[in-house]
């Protein structure tokens, strides 16, 4: 096995969803206003709505919603990525215990962290 997502899957989400890698968006908080700044580092999909934590930044006990300014071009914008948008090799997947976390990966989801380096 050299991927978790079946053929026609991968196919579509390179198809569709490689134009995006590199790029960054924001995903904003409707009750607390932070700003949670991540890079699209691999061909996949990513939430329109996340619920706010306190790994992102901003108010610790907030749980508002974070919604997606849906890609802009903010090239010109002062905004630097603290967070991205991966997806995980092989191994990495095979250690997950959620099983929903596992069939977002094989429906070409992607997972949020913080910044790697």
């Known amino acids: 096995m050299t991927s978790f997502m079946s053929e026609d ?16 968006n924001v995903w904003e908080c409707q009750a ?3 700003k949670l700044v ?3 580092r691999h061909t996949g999909v990513t939430p329109v ?8 930044g901003g108010a610790e006990d907030c749980s508002g919603q974070m919604v997606s300014w849906g890609y802009l071009n903010l ?3 002062a905004y630097e990525p603290t967070h991205e948008f991966y997806r995980p090799d092989l ?7 959620s099983e929903p ?6 429906d070409g ?3 949020l962290r913080p910044l790697q380096q």
Do not use: F, P
């Open 9 to 24: 899957t991968q196919k579509w989400i390179d198809e569709k969803c490689s134009a995006r890698v590199g790029m960054v």
């Open 32 to 34: 607390c206003e932070h």
């Open 38 to 40: 991540v890079i699209h």
């Open 49 to 56: 709505v996340l619920i706010h934590n306190a790994s992102y």
């Open 75 to 77: 090239t010109q914008l």
């Open 91 to 97: 191994s990495e997947y095979a250690k997950l215990e």
């Open 101 to 106: 976390m596992k069939a977002h990966l094989r």
């Open 109 to 111: 989801g992607l997972i």
